[in-house]
């Protein structure tokens, strides 16, 4: 039996704040984003924050109840899918790491969607080995300059707000001398392209930064610290990527499995195998994924989720690859390559031939699967690392 720390409430406690909330704010008679922004100040956006941000303290675990009670009464949601930069990056960023007023100031409006978050992290000459950033960040006063060119950013071209880092001092080695902003989309300096990608769609960006001036208070966490910083970032994103949570038979492999009942004159003995082998395997990462949100509860997400995120990659890329295998000739049909700018990241839209272009993205977006593989190898299974000659070498002395 789990016992609530005093004063935090449990779930008939949760269950009696939901009735209150949805009789000051009947949803069907609420404006949406009214309702979202009450549902935040009465603590029930994400019931494990503190309160005052949206939550009460209460167990991570418990935030399944209020999703369900709020759903049953036909509660509008805040739209997860176009701001999952922002709920799953940056607000457990801001959280650790944020002084008082950060947390305050940007924490309510990306809840309730009113702010989209982007993440300028890779660059064209540092994505895989992120800590050779080049992008730089000089002070200036109260501000810092920050000059550079980000590139694969999602979602940057309806972004208000970016997480950022830059080196901030090039004589020290790589992983340090970096620091961690958050960064005003809006602000003179901030350039968005389009880059176009193999579905047609362009949901990625580059992003460049000439002379645009942030706040020093806009920093998250010390100068200098933020590499450190930047870990809470990714090995969130890499759980936010990897272990979204789906019902059995949910995600890409139910659209197969559902095509395999349908579409019985498509079956042959050995796709037959393979879709079982793959439905097992999507099943072991179901299951792993809620293991690791268990840690997240409690407050560590760690080197797991980088495991996680590997095995989505890869059964996406399978699966798909299965699906347009089991469709034949339709599973080769892709009849539109207009270009849009999609609101959200979709892996699962359209059709067989869309979800087999798109899954290729997986083994590269959110930490590539060979860095990946060097972090599973290192942090969770304990095998020697790779020899770095370059660990302890200044930024500025590294050959590029």
Known sequence: ????????????????????????????????LAFLRARFDAGLAWVHYPQGLGGLGARRSLQGVVDAELAAAGAPENDPRRIGIGLGMAAPTV????????????????????????????EPGAGSDLASLGTRAVRDGDDWVVTGQ??????????RWAILIAR????LPKHRGITYFVCDMTDPGVEVRPLRQITGEAEFNEVFLTGVRIPDAHRLGAVGDGWRVAQTTLMNERVAIGGASIPREGG????????????????????????????????????????????????????????LKLAFARLNQ?????????????????????????????????DAGYRYLRAKGNS?????????????????????????????????????
């Open 1 to 32: 039996m789990t016992t609530e720390p005093a004063g935090t409430p449990d779930e008939e406690g949760l269950r009696h704040r939901v009735r209150a909330l949805l009789a000051a704010h009947d949803p069907a008679a609420t404006d949406r």
């Open 95 to 122: 959280l650790t790491f944020g002084t008082d007023e950060q947390k305050a100031r940007f924490l309510r409006p990306l809840w309730t969607g009113e702010e989209v978050w982007c993440q300028l992290f890779s």
């Open 150 to 159: 980000k590139v694969w950013t999602s979602n940057a071209h309806n972004a």
């Open 168 to 171: 901030t001092d090039p004589d």
């Open 252 to 307: 890409m492999i139910g659209t197969v499995a559902a095509t395999w009942r349908e579409r019985p004159e498509l079956r042959t003995p050995d796709l037959h195998d393979r879709l079982l082998r793959l439905w097992v395997d999507s099943e072991v990462s179901r299951l792993t994924a809620e293991r690791v949100r268990q840690q997240l509860a409690a407050g560590a997400p760690g080197p797991e989720g980088s495991g």
């Open 318 to 350: 399978q699966i798909s690859g299965l699906e347009v295998e089991l469709l034949g000739e339709d599973g080769l049909r892709y009849g539109d390559w207009t270009m849009t700018r999609p609101e959200t990241v979709d892996f699962f839209g359209r």
């Open 364 to 400: 590269i977006e959110g930490g590539t699967s060979e860095i990946l593989r060097n972090i599973v190898s290192e942090r969770v299974l304990g095998l020697p690392s790779e020899p770095r000659t370059d660990k302890d070498a200044a930024w500025k002395d590294l050959p590029r």
